[in-house]
C-alpha cells in the first residue's frame, strides 16, 4: 500500500489497522495479543525498546543480542511468540530456531506462536504466509513456503538444522544456574553447538531473552564478548535514556518502575522483601553482582593502617582451600594469610594458583616457612587431604602440623556464619594489594561470582578464629605473641612479588 492508499484507508478504521500493524511490530503486538492470551495488553514503552533493537537485528547491524527484562514483563512473548509470528508474515521463507532450557517451555512458547498464526486477524493481516497441513507439528511448524519455526530444549538434538536467526530464551533454569557443572555445561553447548547453527552467518542473527541469574550465565558470558545488550532493571538505578522506534527517546528516572501498569513500585519492594535483596538484584535489576555485594556488603571491607606494625601480639595463620583438578576450567587453589589478634583477622596475601599436587606441595612448605606461620589450616578434602597426610608424614622443618578443617555446612551457610564477624568489622584489607581487587569480587558476588575458592579460604578462616576465640574465651591460656618488628620470611619466594618484605608493614 503507497501513501495514497494509506492515507485514503483513515476512512475505513479496520483497513488502517490492518496496514499499521503491519507496518509497527508494536502495534501487531497491541492488536494481537488477545489472540493468545486474551484480555486487553496495556501499553508501556519498554514495548518500542525492545521493537528498536529487533529493527536492528532485521537491518542486519546486530548479529548478536541478549535481550534482558524481569520477569512478568512479557519480554518471552515479545520476541519468542510476537516477532516470530510477525517477522513471518513478511518473509514466510524465514527459518526460526527457538530454544530453552526445557521442552515444555520451549514447546508452550511455541503452541502461543501457532495459534496467533492460525487465527483469522494474522491471516488477514499475512495472507501469503499459511502453515502447511503436513508440518504443524507444535514442536516444529513449517509455512508452505519452506519457512518456518523448530523448538528444542538445551539438550535436544539439533542435527541437521539450522535457521536464520535463532532465539535462545531462558537457557538457565533457575534452580540449576549455581551449579558451576550445569551452567557452564549450558554456556559450553551456545558456543560449540548452537552458534553454529545459523543458516548464513554473516546475514544472520541470535538473540538471547533471559533474566539475570548469575555473573556468569549465558548473558554475563556474552556480554564478557562485547554482545550488544538492552538490559532493562525493574527499578531504575540511575537516569538513563534508551532508545525507542523511529528515533525516538525515553528518559528513565531513577527510583522509577519498569512497567507500573503491569507491576507498580510498592509491588516490586514486596517482591524484594519476599525473595530477598539477593535474586532481587539478579532476576528484577539485571544484576546478579550488585555493587553493594551479595551476602558479604562492600561497606564491611575495612582497611587497616599502621596499627599493624606495632608490637603488641598476635599470630599468624595461613587458611587453605586446595582445588581437586587443576585445568583451565577448574577451581584456584588458595592460601590466605593472616595476622590473627583476639578477633580481628588481617589480611596479609592471598595466593591463588591452578597447580599440580607437586607445585601445591612446594608452596605449602614456601609460604608457611616464609610467613612463619603458627596455625595451617587446611580444608579436608580431595587434594587438601593429601596435603595434610604428607605434611603429618613428613613434618618439613618450619611447617606447623596441618589443622584439618573438614566442611560441616554448605559453602553459602559457611559465609553466612562468618558474616557477622565482617560486619562486625572484624576482617581488615590492606589499602593495596596486587591480589586485593579479585579477592573482593569474589567475596561481594558471592554466591554468583564465577569462583568461590577464596571465599572457601576465607570463611574457613574467620570461622575457626570465631571457634578460637570462643574456646579463649574460657580458657587460661593467653593468646601467642609473635614479633612484629621482625621480617616474615627467611628467602625470596618463588613467586612474582614478595608479599613479605618489611615494607609491607
Not at 532450557?101 to 501457532?114: G, K
Not at 538434538?157 to 549450558?186: C, M, N, W
Not at 612463619?372 to 587434594?383: F, G, Q
Not at 574457613?460 to 614479633?483: A, F, K, Y
Amino acid at each position: 500500500m503507497n501513501r495514497a492508499e494509506l492515507l485514503s484507508s483513515i476512512e475505513n478504521p479496520e483497513a488502517f489497522m490492518d496496514e499499521l500493524c503491519r507496518r509497527d511490530f508494536v502495534s501487531f503486538v497491541m492488536r494481537a495479543y488477545p489472540m493468545v492470551r486474551g484480555g486487553v495488553l496495556l501499553p508501556n514503552w519498554h514495548f518500542d525498546a525492545v521493537a528498536h533493537v529487533l529493527d536492528e537485528v532485521s537491518a542486519g547491524r546486530l548479529r548478536g543480542l541478549v535481550v534482558a527484562l524481569p520477569p512478568r514483563h512479557l519480554k518471552s512473548m515479545l520476541i519468542s511468540v510476537f516477532w516470530v509470528a510477525w517477522k513471518l508474515g513478511h518473509n514466510p521463507g524465514l527459518r526460526f530456531v527457538c530454544v530453552s532450557y526445557s521442552n515444555e517451555l520451549s514447546h508452550a512458547m511455541a503452541r502461543d506462536c501457532r495459534t496467533l498464526m492460525q487465527s483469522a486477524l494474522y491471516q488477514r493481516l499475512f495472507p501469503r504466509t499459511r502453515i502447511r497441513s503436513n508440518r504443524s507439528a507444535v514442536h516444529d511448524f513449517e509455512t508452505t513456503a519452506a519457512g518456518g519455526r523448530l523448538s528444542t530444549s538445551i539438550t535436544g538434538t539439533l542435527t541437521g538444522r539450522g535457521g536464520d536467526y535463532i532465539i535462545v530464551d531462558d537457557a538457565h533454569k533457575p534452580d540449576e544456574v549455581f551449579s558451576d557443572v550445569v551452567r557452564e555445561a549450558v554456556v559450553e553447548w551456545f558456543f560449540s553447538t548452537l552458534s553454529s547453527r545459523l543458516d548464513q552467518p554473516t546475514k544472520g542473527a541470535i538473540i538471547v531473552v533471559m533474566q539475570r541469574l548469575h555473573q556468569y550465565d549465558l548473558a554475563g558470558m556474552l556480554a564478557e564478548r562485547g554482545w550488544a545488550q538492552l538490559s532493562l532493571p525493574a527499578i531504575a538505578t540511575a537516569r538513563e535514556l534508551v532508545p525507542l522506534t523511529r528515533g525516538r527517546i525515553h528518559v528513565r528516572q531513577e527510583g522509577e518502575a519498569l512497567a507500573p501498569d503491569f507491576f507498580p513500585l510498592h509491588e516490586l519492594r514486596a517482591k524484594e522483601q519476599d525473595i530477598g535483596s539477593r535474586l532481587f538484584a539478579a532476576q528484577y535489576q539485571q544484576d546478579p553482582v550488585p555493587a553493594e555485594g551479595n551476602i558479604v556488603k562492600a561497606g564491611w571491607l575495612l582497611n587497616y593502617g599502621p596499627e599493624l606494625k606495632m608490637n603488641d601480639g598476635g599470630f599468624i595463620v595461613q587458611s587453605w582451600d586446595t582445588a581437586s583438578k587443576d585445568g583451565e576450567r577448574n577451581d584456584y587453589s588458595v592460601c590466605i594469610t593472616a595476622h590473627v589478634r583476639g578477633r580481628k583477622v588481617h589480611i596479609l596475601d592471598v595466593w591463588r594458583q591452578k597447580v599440580q599436587f607437586s607445585e601445591l606441595w612446594k608452596a605449602a612448605i614456601d609460604l608457611a616457612r616464609n610467613c612463619r606461620c603458627h596455625s595451617l589450616l587446611i580444608e579436608d578434602t580431595v587434594n587438601g587431604t593429601a596435603l595434610i597426610s604428607r605434611l603429618r608424614n613428613e613434618q618439613p622443618s618450619g611447617v606447623p602440623t596441618p589443622i584439618a578443617r573438614r566442611p560441616k555446612l554448605d559453602k553459602v551457610a559457611r559465609l553466612e556464619a562468618a558474616s557477622s564477624m565482617i560486619e562486625a568489622g572484624d576482617l581488615l584489607l590492606p589499602p593495596e594489594a596486587q591480589w586485593l581487587a579479585t579477592f573482593k569480587s569474589e567475596l561481594l558476588g558471592f554466591p554468583s561470582a564465577r569462583h568461590d575458592d577464596q571465599v572457601d579460604a576465607l570463611s574457613q578462616l574467620m570461622n575457626w578464629v570465631d571457634e578460637r576465640q570462643r574456646d579463649d574465651d574460657t580458657s587460661s591460656e593467653g593468646p601467642i605473641l609473635v614479633d612484629l618488628a621482625e621480617p616474615y620470611y627467611d628467602h625470596r619466594p618463588n613467586w612474582e612479588y614478595d608479599p613479605w618484605g618489611p615494607e609491607s608493614y
